[in-house]
């Protein structure tokens, strides 16, 4: 499995799949997504999507980091409300878990924003575990705890308002459905077609023969 994967995988399995109930309403300008009293804002979206990618080297969605960002924050609120904590110590290791080898990882600590982003993955997966009643990824009952966690986030995160910017998608069932995006995604991708019928043309005419001068 590709890193790219497992990230996701990560976020379906430990993360991602917390992102479950919420309301949506609509974000402040420049805002991509906001999860309680979280903004999550555009630049630091596209700054999180280019820094991942490069440690990844390979291309990674900005929708994907988004999920993941709102992971983050959503995971945060519900441990703080019941007063569940995760230390440096126990993310540590969830990170190298989370990218699968030493090189990787390697590439990741190099980068601070990347770096910073697996942090938050990370310390997602270890509070779901704890959310439900185990005590990290090494615990030995990791799987029963992990779906238990997805449980506890699920109902509490009912009580969650999560607004997604129309730029990246519709929050829908508990997740950022990129294909059911709103009014300003589906402009940019026509104003995308457009622009590419447009350098299609121009280089079609640039290849057409140009007829020999007569002398």
């Known amino acids: 499995m590709s890193t790219s994967r497992r990230l996701q995988a990560v976020g379906a399995g430990l993360a991602s799949v917390l992102l479950l109930g919420g309301c949506a309403a609509g974000t402040h300008p420049g805002a991509a997504a ?17 820094a991942v990618a490069n440690a ?8 994907v980091i988004l999920g993941q960002l709102v992971n983050s924050a959503l995971v945060e609120q519900i441990a703080a409300q019941r007063s569940i ?6 993310v540590a290791p969830a990170m190298k878990a989370v990218v699968g080898d030493q090189a990787t990882y390697d590439k990741f600590a190099k980068d601070p924003v ?6 938050q993955v990370a310390t997602a997966a270890v509070g779901t575990i704890k959310l439900g009643g185990g005590t990290g990824i090494t615990d030995p009952n990791v799987q029963q705890a992990q779906q238990a966690g997805q449980a506890a986030v699920k109902d509490a995160s009912k009580n969650i308002t999560v607004d997604i910017s129309p730029r990246f998608g519709k929050w829908t069932d508990g997740a950022i459905d990129g294909k059911a995006s709103g009014s300003l995604s589906e402009e940019s991708a026509q104003a995308k077609a457009k622009r590419e019928a447009d350098e299609r043309a121009q280089q079609q005419q640039q290849q057409q023969p140009q007829p020999e001068p007569q002398g």
Do not use: M, Q
Request: hydrophobic letters at 35%; glycine letters at 6%; a negative charge.
């Open 114 to 119: 990347a770096h910073d982003f697996l942090r």
């Open 56 to 63: 990844l080297g390979e291309p990674l969605t900005a929708t």
């Open 85 to 90: 904590t995760v230390t440096d110590a126990e």
């Open 34 to 50: 906001v999860v309680g009293d979280t903004e999550i804002s555009v630049s630091e979206v596209d700054k999180t999507s280019t």
